[in-house]
């Protein structure tokens, strides 16, 4: 069964950091290509970026809002997946989901999320 | 980056409906459009992907269609546990933009 766990969210400071981790299990978590998502209250949802899996380059994008303070990286040996984030503001605030991405009928999805991790930014 | 517009925002409709919500984006995508529903407190799960293809388990009463730069998900005849967010994605190209999302209630 795959199962993706998010943790590490909690109440920061404006200008603050925080790292979140996302356990995935179940799946070939080093040949799957990850994803995070987030969803301010009462609001939609943001793609916040993506890291390839290493044998596609490892490499990562990111939606403009995020760029240059939000970073994605991946643990293999450990199965996990993170999010560093730097200099926040508050409208970071949102619930923070990891999913697997999957190419599925030649197209990508986001095919697993996990539970989703409350992150706020206030003073 | 491609933009989505999604619609109607919210909509109501009674038990046995037929409903459809409509996705448009800024430039063709062929068929790299997902659709998501959410049910409120829960995390999002893929419902139709490739524009047409019904995610497993999901009931026959929903279907996906359109490419290029329109897209229509419906709902052939609404239950009450459909009552959710519906959110149209596209994979085309990085950043996997989100519709607006559309939030379904019963009449």
């Known amino acids: 069964e795959v199962q993706l766990v998010e943790s590490g969210g909690g109440l920061v400071e404006p200008g603050g950091s925080l790292r979140l981790s996302c356990a995935a299990s179940?799946?070939?978590?080093?040949?799957?290509?990850m994803t995070w998502v987030r969803q301010a209250p009462g609001k939609g949802l943001d793609w916040v970026g993506r890291?390839?899996?290493?044998?596609?380059?490892?490499?990562?994008d990111y939606a403009a809002p995020v760029k240059g303070r939000l970073s994605i990286s991946r643990d293999d040996s450990k199965n996990t997946l993170y999010l560093q984030m730097n200099s926040l503001k508050t409208e970071d605030t949102a619930v923070y989901y990891c999913?697997?991405?999957?190419?599925?009928?030649?197209?990508?999805?986001?095919?697993?999320w996990g539970q989703g991790t409350l992150v706020t930014v206030s003073s | 980056d491609i933009q989505m517009t999604q619609s109607p925002s919210s909509l109501s409709a009674s038990v046995g409906d037929r409903v459809t919500i409509t996705c448009r984006t800024s430039q063709s995508i062929s068929s790299n459009l997902n659709w998501y529903h959410q049910k409120p407190g829960k995390a999002p799960n893929l419902l139709i992907y490739a524009a047409s293809s019904l995610q497993s388990g999901v009931p026959s009463r929903f279907s996906g269609s359109g490419s290029g730069t329109d897209f229509t998900l419906t709902i052939s005849s609404l239950q009450p546990e459909d009552i959710a967010s519906y959110y149209c994605q596209q994979s085309y190209s990085a950043p996997y933009t989100f519709g607006q999302g559309t939030k379904l209630e019963i009449k």
């Open positions: 890291i390839k899996s290493k044998n596609a380059g490892g490499t990562t």
């Open positions: 999913s697997s991405l999957s190419t599925w009928g030649g197209v990508i999805v986001l095919s697993y």
């Open positions: 179940g799946f070939d978590f080093s040949k799957t290509w």
